[in-house]
């Protein structure tokens, strides 16, 4: 396989990143670069890092653009077994970025959260809403991807925007599989949509979910970068779904079928094994935005509530 960092990939402007990787010979991952300059979304560097686990051997050819030592920073050599040969200095990333994180059990999960909320720089009453949707999304691939690597993350904060950009990445089974469980999603991008709509969960047939699982995650998180005017991607099979900046003069309005909002989408990518989500979320706190939170909390809390009402739901014999 081979994937090539280019100068600049964020989420608007992805998709000829994405259409770059090579999936010939998968028992091999070589990374390449641009030579002057690479500026990133987290999510590029979290699908190099959840690549190289499942891998027999990595390779990444010397690095010469003077970001290179983001790249040490966020722990990508590390994860390639790739000596960087860089000494830097590490200093404390709270509040500024979280490097790229393997998570495979719920207390991993609990630290990440609990490592991404200096980055929020928002009260706590919103700081728990969000991180209830990232633990839900997180949560998911523990439960349903079948992915032996569990979830690769990294996060980080941009000052001069107030806006945090997080990836969240697995080699698993892919939406399309997981939505099948319990509904009919005969493409990539089929099961995309399906997924993005409230209340559709591939655990039960049942619309609204379960008790345990609403199936509103990734609406809730697309909901927000609605209402910002934030970008946010999708990438499961063969298909990628973008959701783009709606216009200003628009009124906002959350639609629960995603193909309605302002989006691209397509389904002739090269085949990722798994799932891959990329997240801008743009934090100052105008009115939309915080009615929204509260909105999200409201749901945090009722699904809390749900989840002790079940664990200490005892048996009961006739």
Known sequence: MRMHLPNSAFLGNIDPFLRTFDRSNPDVLEVSANKRWISVHPVVISMIAALSLGIRRSSCEKLEAKSKHYFERMGLFKFLKVDSGMGITEHEPAGRFIPLTQIKTSDELTKFIKDMIPLLHLSPNHVEPIGYIVSELVR??????????????????????????????????????????????????????????????????????????????????????????????????????????????????????????????????????????????????????TSLLDLIRDTYSQAIKERKKQRYKRARFI
């Open 140 to 289: 998911n691939v523990l439960e349903h991807s079948s992915s032996k690597q569990g979830a690769i993350l990294c996060a980080q904060f941009y000052k001069k925007s107030n806006t945090i950009r997080l990836g969240i990445v697995d080699c698993g089974v892919g939406i399309k599989k997981t939505i099948n469980v319990s509904h009919r999603a005969k493409t990539d991008l089929e099961a995309i949509r399906l997924a993005l709509i409230p209340g559709i969960t591939g655990t039960t047939k049942k619309e609204g979910g379960t008790e345990l699982n609403a199936g509103a995650g990734l609406f809730f998180i697309k909901s927000i970068a609605e209402v910002n005017r934030d970008f946010f991607v999708v990438y499961s099979g063969n298909a990628v779904y973008k959701l783009l900046k709606r216009d200003l003069a628009r009124t906002i309005k959350l639609h629960a079928d995603p193909f309605k909002d302002r989006h691209s989408k397509g389904e002739d990518y090269p085949y990722w094994q798994g799932t891959t989500i990329g997240i801008d979320m743009s934090l100052d706190t105008k009115e939309e935005f």
